[in-house]
């Protein structure tokens, strides 16, 4: 009998909707607009604005008041498009309406915006005012362009773009261009460049796809080496093939300007391949987490080198399980170095390229480093031209970091859609702070730990429920905010509730969350600027015993104890129930009239109902 210690760390560890609102650190706009379908489209860092698009609405929020009430531009179709749309076949609320997929500065004063047009896909410029303070925010009148190519005519396509704003602006889109949703294609519109695409109806480079992300990451310091990178997923090329969908990375040169005797407006730069997340289980098994759901790009000093954080999730409806894998530049980059894949025929299998590579190696920017003397890919040599048609993808695949998960989910009722990451900056080192988006509309905010012999320790540090909806978005930090959108509004809420931890030194280090420190008298933010010496945090280990020494008596009053008694011979189940993952359970063996107690030599087994998946650290009773 003895001891099942928990302290005052009994914070509700799911903070639903509700309980969060109360802890002010979350705000929902609702907009009392009659619109739906909000996403957060751009932070304006200039004007200190942020631009959401909705369903016939384009909203312009002050961020350094978000409070206040937002500048609305209502841009509905017009009836008699829609009633044309609606003869078409679709639906008048779901379908018809205008949604905003791409809102990019223009330049100084002008956004460029994009919605969906009643399926039929519209382009305008929105006057933002030379400065935030003049509070302008309107139609450019007169001023509408198609919006083919540049943003999808059916609202539940996603698409993903780039404005790479070097005058004259090109924006290059991931997108589904046409009415019936089948013709997929990276396009490169606007600006000077020839319009640009991938080849038509070519499942070999796309099959399928979901895009999901769109990033340029240059090469070199030579700005003719830059890249830009689409993250997407798409069907297996083979049918029966196993997983069903495969994760890509796929890149083409910025300018390239496609090929001379064949794929003329073209991209002839295209490659792209394989991403794998996957684990192995106990009995050798693999189990490929093969659908890519959202990217999340951590810059670095070096910004040829990013980090690649992707969530992925299951296809197929066998089983439910997702994970985070983390994928360096320096491994992308080998793999688009490594051999192409090749098929002989149709009933040949894929294998690396083992025939003569072309010069200049399929691939390579004009230009840049590799091909000073060839200013265009329109001076390429035919048989590069041709051996890209064919040769798209790379042989290899690109492995994660470690060549595992960071963080996996399986035999559990969600998955993870989203994901953003922070950096944080914390009393006792720097942690990386990853919030993972459910499709149960909450948030879970995780540290990975390295363990020793590479094995690592995961905390889930809280979970907000953000929205009573399945499925929304996540954007990067802001100002030590994190902004969240769905159909039903957005919301943004902070990194950290400190104070939630309790009052206690040891509940605030036992909570391990970077974000927060004992500074001797409550639970606060940490600052690594205001460096006093009397924080206290033990984010690695969650040892009280050490960082609390002197507070002791604060901590004693919350320490649970229960005593089960049990006859010799005889089972007893032993209940004690966590209610924070980082509570650890430990029952300690006493005889009867003896005072020794043990817990080394007894095998105890102890359910713990809510915490299956999560880690318990190990905490002794103070
Ligand atoms: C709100 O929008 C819906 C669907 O778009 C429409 O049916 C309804 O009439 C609108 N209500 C108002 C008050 O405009
Ligand atoms: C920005 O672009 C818009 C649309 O082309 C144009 O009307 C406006 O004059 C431009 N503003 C500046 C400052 O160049």
Redesign the pocket.
């Known amino acids: 009998c003895r001891v099942c210690g928990f302290g005052a760390w009994l914070y509700s560890f799911t903070l639903s909707c509700l309980e969060l609102k109360s802890t002010g650190t979350a705000h929902h706009f609702a907009f009392l607009l009659?619109s739906t379908d909000y996403r957060i489209l751009r932070m304006d860092e200039d004007h200190d604005r942020m631009y959401v698009g909705s369903?016939d609405y384009i909203l312009s929020l002050d961020l350094n008041d978000i409070n206040k009430e937002p500048l609305i531009i209502h841009w509905p179709v017009a009836p008699q498009r829609r009633t044309e749309c609606v003869l078409s076949g679709k639906d008048?609320?779901g379908e018809c309406?205008n949604f905003i997929r791409l809102i990019e500065p223009w330049n100084r004063t002008h956004l460029y915006v994009c919605g969906t047009g009643a399926y039929n896909p519209i382009c305008t410029y929105v006057d933002r005012g030379q400065r935030a303070q003049e509070y302008i925010f309107r139609l450019e009148p007169g001023k509408v362009d198609s919006g083919k190519g540049k943003c999808p005519f059916d609202p539940k396509l996603n698409s993903v773009s780039a404005l790479i704003s070097t005058y004259p602006f090109i924006l290059y889109a991931a997108v589904y261009i046409d009415f019936m949703g089948t013709d997929s294609a990276i396009f490169r519109t606007l600006g000077k460049h020839t319009a640009m695409r991938t080849d038509q109806y070519n499942s070999r480079w796309l099959h399928d796809p979901t895009f999901v992300h769109a990033q340029l990451i240059p090469d070199s310091a030579e700005k003719n080496d830059d890249k830009l990178y689409f993250f997407f997923r798409e069907k297996a090329s083979e049918m029966g093939q196993t997983p069903m969908a495969q994760s890509r990375i796929g890149r083409i040169c910025l300018n390239d300007d496609g090929g001379h005797c064949c794929l003329v407006n073209k991209w002839s730069t295209f490659l792209k391949a394989r991403l794998i997340c996957s684990v192995t289980g106990s009995d050798g098994i693999e189990t490929h987490f093969d659908e890519l759901r959202d990217v999340y790009i951590q810059k670095t000093q070096d910004t040829k080198n990013p980090v690649i954080y992707g969530v992925f999730s299951v296809s197929g409806s066998v089983f439910k399980g997702s994970a985070v894998c983390v994928y360096s530049m320096a491994d992308v980059r080998m793999v688009f170095n490594g051999p192409f894949a090749h098929k002989e025929g149709p009933n040949y299998q894929w294998v690396a390229y083992q025939g003569k590579i072309p010069y200049p190696r399929p691939g390579t920017c004009p230009g840049g480093t590799f091909t000073p003397n060839m200013k265009s890919t329109k001076d390429y040599p035919d048989e590069v031209i041709n051996f890209m048609r064919n040769h798209p993808t790379m042989f290899n695949a690109v492995y994660p970091v470690h060549k595992r998960p960071l963080v996996v989910r399986t035999n559990v009722d969600y998955e993870f859609t989203t994901i953003t990451v922070d950096q944080v900056a914390a009393a006792d080192g720097n942690y990386e702070v990853l919030f993972l988006g459910t499709d149960r509309g909450t948030i879970q905010k995780v540290i990975v730990l390295p363990r020793d012999d590479l094995q690592t320790e995961e905390l889930v540090l809280e979970e907000v429920e953000v929205f009573r909806v399945r499925s929304f978005f996540m954007f990067p930090l802001h100002f030590q905010q994190l902004y969240v959108s769905s159909v039903v509004g957005v919301t943004h809420l902070a990194l950290h509730r400190c104070d939630v931890y309790g009052e206690a030194c040891a509940d605030c280090c036992l909570a391990r969350d970077p974000y927060c420190a004992w500074d001797g008298k409550s639970c606060s933010r940490y600052s690594a600027n205001q460096k006093r010496r009397s924080r206290r945090q033990d984010v690695k280990y969650g040892n009280p015993i050490r960082q609390c020494r002197g507070y002791n008596s604060n901590a004693n009053k919350n320490t649970l104890e229960t005593v089960q008694y049990g006859v010799e011979g005889s089972t007893a189940f032993l209940e004690c129930q966590a209610r924070s993952p980082h509570v650890s359970i430990k029952w300690h063996f006493q005889k009867e009239n003896s005072d020794r107690r043990r817990e080394d030599d007894v095998t105890l087994k102890t359910e713990i109902m809510d915490a299956k998946n999560i880690s318990l650290s190990s905490q002794e009773k103070i």
């Open positions: 009659n369903k008048i609320n309406g």
